[in-house]
């Protein structure tokens, strides 16, 4: 737990102080939920854990299914608008930003959420969809949708935006 | 109502049971109170309409216009920050996914926001803008932006996030 | 404060009372909020002002660290997943919508995020990231991804959405 927050001051060039990522994190209320929930999905308390998961999107705006496998030190920055999909496998020292999203297709079944890697980072409003890969150390940039395997150690981006009109 | 439920259930791979659909769905409730509020809009209270409508964003992250027209069985998934302008039109069978918006571009006055046939997907973070016309059965990709009309059956998608570097 | 509040009715179609935008504008009540904790952060009562803008997260869906520095009326419309950082600038007559982003790279440090000129249009979902200026009167559009100087005046888009397949 301690070195979670830690992990998080070094993240945050934002924070303060122990005291006030307790208080005042959204991602780290969300996580901490997330663990009780996902330990009474597996002993079969689902919608138990799933009213706890609905409470935690009502007050803080991360949605995070009960039943999807989150490694060590997720940090999720700002959060509002993450969704994380009952099939989505995240690794160790993973960082998310509000908006991204590990989702589906809606063309696959069981299986149908990514699978993402240690120490990846996923951008603000980026779309993560189907049953694909991120390999480690891999970064996304904002707002990019990706919907294939991305290797270890790539950065993704989407199109940055460009100037149309100049007075 | 119960048809309504029953095309949650098929449309979303995560649903269990109807219990869980009415319990813990955001975008059930949101369309449930808009169904009240768009009464009360159309018999003039509108302010009490639109204090129910500023409540259901507080709570569930779904923000609707009152005003809005809304055909059978919207469903929207996961929800937070979806934007449905004062005069969208929605057709049946719908389904949007979160950040989904039907919005303005700020140039068009009286109808100003689009008009969605039957069996539109609408993706997360999608962004549909202007009095335009998005047709039966098309398909609106993640985070892609519309401002022109989409014909019926047609798939839009943004641009695909593209892998710029490799260790 | 009256004059942002005429400003607000100007800018917004769907706006029908003085009454309506001081009771159900999301964005009017956490600008309100900002100035009080942006004065207490000055002061520094840092914790006070951070935990005023966490429930204004909380309650409205819209998180603006209290170390900004926000011009005078600035509109921030829908307003749900807006993020604005700690040294992030904006000057008068802004209008912001729900989803955009001043946010930071994580290769900066100390002013890591955008200063934004006066009467900027950032559109929804657009992400604004680095300490990068965006000139006056400039329009950034829905979704794009900003993360180099513009120029005043200047228009930027991301990519529109594609039509790939028809029936």
């Known amino acids: 737990m301690f070195s979670f ?3 998080v001051k070094e ?8 005291l006030q990522i307790i208080l005042f994190y959204p991602g780290v209320k969300a996580i901490f939920w997330y663990r009780i929930a996902h330990f009474l999905y597996k002993i079969k308390l689902k919608l138990l854990a799933e009213c706890i998961m609905y409470f935690v999107r009502m007050v803080h705006g991360i949605e995070i299914h009960p039943a999807a496998n989150i490694g060590k030190r997720l940090f999720i ?7 994380i999909g009952e099939t989505a496998v995240i690794g160790d020292d993973c960082t998310m930003y509000h908006g991204a ?10 299986k149908r959420h990514p699978t993402v890697g240690n120490n990846v980072m996923i951008g603000a409003g980026a779309k993560v969809l189907g049953n ?3 390999g ?8 990019a949708v990706v919907t294939r395997d991305v290797p270890a150690g790539a ?5 940055t935006g460009r100037i149309i009109i100049r007075d």
């Open 132 to 134: 694909i890969s991120i």
């Open 101 to 110: 999203t590990l989702g589906g297709t809606g063309k696959e079944h069981c």
């Open 11 to 18: 993240r945050d060039p934002a924070a303060r102080s122990y």
């Open 5 to 7: 927050l830690r992990s």
């Open 155 to 159: 950065t993704v981006v989407g199109t």
């Open 77 to 83: 920055d700002h959060g509002m608008g993450v969704v």
């Open 136 to 143: 480690d150390n891999a970064k996304i940039g904002a707002n």
